[in-house]
């Protein structure tokens, strides 16, 4: 494929980008609210920067529900770009702006207060960050506002015209509610509690997708597992046999746990019906605001950033008769949901957990939470074998590729759902190879317990492609019955998947149904907008360069120059660049030459004199063969000499390495059980009739596009991948890429078509990421 062709990034005149989004006259107050959750300075940071850049005036309302109805000449300061530059305003956990609840608010006359202040300064947007109690204030403050006026104005304040268009409450939203951080701090804080424990029980009450921790959890979340008088026995037994198999059992209880009459599970009840019970020695542990403090991941400082940047322009792109709205993320797809109607449905839950209409209530939390909760019944612990129905069918696992955090997570998942299937699942060994050597070995439920947290392959994985080896596949397969395939890999395994579809022919034992789970930390994969591993990838991309920036912060003037992973795929750059708060992100899909180096040296150069003291530059490996990472660092030394100095950073193979994100353990488990569910079907639709799978249905990729997941015919896939650079000819990504140039203060342009427009809440619940 020609240079010329790569896909670029949206190309628009920034004066043109001006004329439809201009917030000339406009004032925009941005505030946190309620519980303080990691991103929230990420989504602050991004309004900030994006109001300013647009042309709004930008204010901070400090303390918000405090400061709103008080005294404004303290609690408002209107903002500069210089204040959003400091080096820990990305990476720091909490709300620098500070959060608050406040009773007055409640009240008719707190909010007239709030509303005066609001007028007397001009402010003609609110933008709300937080959860269920910022939504529902936003809410009553957006009803109330004509009659707030009118109000004011009798009494003689004659309030300037002003209107309050949209007021979105955006996320990240409190902690209760951000499932990608909240999960992150707490699976990274219960498996500590292992070293202290040497046979016991220990317990840790949470609100977390417990499974992310694998088969060393038992969770207890809000209606799952109600424990009354016929339940506990049944509880116990559970517990019992675990701890004949594990020398460390963990039960998580989520805050809210309640029995089946409303009333709640508390860990100490927990602990003493354990002891009581089975005489365990049992350990409570309450993770607490643990939960809330710590860095933010780098998927909540770009779902962050996302969020500030959608909500100033739907702010901006707002009438006074535009509903209100939220702004939320629908797999990769920034959406703008009506507040109303996500009122509505956080109040419709909370009235069906009253009524005890519980499977109601799992429904109204939304596809992903019921997902969720399906997948980890059905992983937590295996069926008396008496229930589980016999396939007589034999399923093969691989991986394939370059190892990637997650891949043991998916393995996980399918052997168990292939296993409560009926199905007998065997594992092969070292990838293609060992395939054609027979390293194959049936696996059992509990050989995979306990995977979901390591890294790296423990059935081992290589990039040797099937095509010198289909022969002996060929015989591997009917020497073990294998009926279906679930590879797990990157670009390899994809390339495997196209020369076992193109193999059918010569050899029937291939003609079995066969499907791929995307797991590269490269996210190069045609199919899938996420792949297992890129996550993990990401985040060590982004912690590096904290602790890179945190290592100056007694040196002023610094330029680092970070190479990252990703072939000719600059996913990890480009998305690292956004989490870290970079400058500058070369990558192969959008060519540059030295005329663009210069000008970001000039970028640099005139930032380093006026506004910020360090700099951070991003660099794919495969960006351009000619400018290297040597090159650029000797280039930024060379012209910067005098106002700023270079440091230079290869991550290399460590961005490969370390324990699964909860994201990529997540994600890991989900693709992986509905691929396994896909065979299932297969192989269901064909029983007794000895088909043969020859169509291009029967062997695919299974992976997330947009909002949903899909099985693509790898068939189908071959003419939307540029197979000399192994990448996609199209990647959702690249139209992120000028979030990260205006957010750096670069004249960028954004395509307004990219973002999300008002959308209704589906059935299943208001948006979430699909990926988890």
């Not at 909240?182 to 699976?187: D, L």
């Not at 396939?391 to 891949?407: E, F, R």
């Not at 950073?649 to 390495?657: C, I, W, Y």
């Amino acid at each position: 494929m020609d240079r010329d062709n790569v896909p670029t990034t949206p190309k628009a005149s920034f004066r043109k980008f001006l004329e439809h989004l201009s917030g000339a006259g406009k004032a925009i107050g941005v505030l946190t609210s309620g519980g303080d959750a990691q991103g929230m300075n990420a989504a602050v940071r991004a309004v900030v920067r994006m109001g300013i850049y647009v042309g709004a005036k930008v204010y901070f309302i400090y303390e918000f529900l405090r400061n709103l109805h008080t005294v404004f000449h303290h609690g408002c300061t209107s903002l500069h770009w210089e204040e959003t530059r400091q080096v820990s305003f990305l990476f720091q956990g909490g709300t620098i702006i500070g959060s608050a609840r406040c009773k007055a608010f409640r009240t008719r006359e707190g909010r007239l207060s709030a509303a005066c202040n609001l007028v007397q300064r001009g402010i003609t947007n609110l933008c709300v960050i937080g959860g269920d109690g910022s939504l529902t204030g936003a809410n009553i403050f957006r009803e109330e506002w004509s009659g707030l006026l009118e109000e004011l104005a009798r009494n003689g304040l004659s309030p300037r015209p002003c209107a309050l268009p949209s007021c979105p409450p955006l996320g990240p939203p409190s902690p209760s509610h951000a499932p990608p951080v909240n999960c992150h701090r707490s699976v990274r804080g219960v498996p500590r509690l292992t070293a202290e424990t040497p046979r016991g029980l220990s317990e840790a009450s949470a609100e977390v997708a417990v499974w992310a921790l694998g088969t060393d959890s038992r969770p207890l979340p809000a209606f799952l597992h109600p424990l009354t008088q016929s339940t506990s026995p049944s509880f116990c037994t559970i517990v019992k046999n675990r701890a004949r198999k594990k020398r460390l059992n963990i039960i998580i209880v989520a805050e809210g746990a309640i029995d089946n009459q409303n009333k709640p599970i508390t860990s100490e009840q927990i602990k003493e019906l354990v002891v009581k019970q089975l005489g365990y020695d049992t350990r409570v542990t309450i993770l607490g605001h643990v939960q809330r403090g710590g860095t933010p991941s780098a998927f909540d400082r770009i779902l962050a950033s996302r969020m500030g940047v959608e909500a100033v322009v739907a702010l901006l792109q707002a009438t006074p008769e535009t509903p209100a709205c939220v702004v939320s993320l629908s797999g990769n797809q920034a959406v703008r949901l009506p507040l109303m109607e996500c009122v509505q449905t956080t109040q419709d839950v909370q009235k069906a957990m009253d009524e005890r209409r519980f499977k109601d209530a799992v429904q109204l939390r939304g596809r992903s939470f019921e997902d969720n909760l399906n997948i980890y019944k059905r992983l937590a612990s295996k069926m008396p074998d008496s229930q589980i129905p016999k396939s007589s069918h034999n399923v093969g696992i691989i991986n394939v590729g370059a190892p990637a955090a997650g891949m043991n997570a998916a393995v996980r998942s399918a052997v168990r759902v292939g296993i409560s299937n009926g199905h007998k699942m065997f594992a092969i060994y070292d990838g293609f190879e060992g395939f054609a050597r027979g390293q194959i070995k049936e696996i059992g439920w509990s050989d995979v317990g306990g995977w979901t947290g390591q890294g790296g392959s423990i059935l081992g994985t290589k990039r040797t492609l099937p095509g010198k080896h289909l022969e002996q596949i060929a015989a591997q397969m009917h020497k073990h019955s294998l009926n279906a395939l679930l590879i797990v890999g990157g670009f390899e395994a994809y390339l495997g998947l196209l020369e076992l579809s193109a193999a059918r022919e010569q050899h029937e034992e291939l003609c079995v149904p066969v499907v791929m789970v995307p797991a590269t930390v490269s996210n190069n994969v045609p199919g899938s907008d996420f792949s297992i591993g890129a996550d993990t990838a990401l985040n060590t991309i982004t912690d590096t360069c904290d602790r890179i920036k945190q290592s100056a912060s007694g040196t002023k003037r610094r330029v680092f120059i970070i190479e990252t992973m990703g072939g000719f795929c600059g996913y990890l750059a480009n998305m690292g660049a956004l989490a870290a708060g970079a400058d500058a992100a070369y990558i192969f899909e959008e060519p540059f030459d030295i005329r663009d180096l210069q000008s970001n040296v000039e970028h640099l150069t005139q930032k380093m004199k006026t506004t910020i003291q360090r700099g951070l530059v991003l660099r794919n490996e495969s960006c351009n063969e000619n400018y290297t990472t040597d090159f650029i660092y000797q280039l930024y030394s060379e012209e910067g000499r005098g106002v700023f100095d270079c440091r230079k950073n290869v991550l290399g193979h460590m961005q490969q390495g370390g324990a699964p994100s909860p994201f990529d353990r997540n994600f890991g488990t989900k693709i992986s059980a509905r691929a396994m569910q896909w065979i299932s079907t297969k192989l269901k639709e064909a029983r007794g009739t000895g088909k043969r799978f020859v169509t291009d249905e029967s062997i695919c990729v299974l992976g997330i596009s947009k909002r949903n997941f899909l099985f693509q015919p790898v068939a189908e896939l071959k003419k939307e991948t540029d197979f000399e650079h192994r990448i996609p000819r199209e990647q959702w990504w690249l139209k992120l890429r000028p979030l990260m140039k205006i957010l750096a203060k670069y004249k960028a342009s954004f395509e307004v078509s990219d973002l999300g427009q008002l959308e209704h809440v589906p059935s299943h619940g208001y948006g979430e990421p699909a990926a988890i």
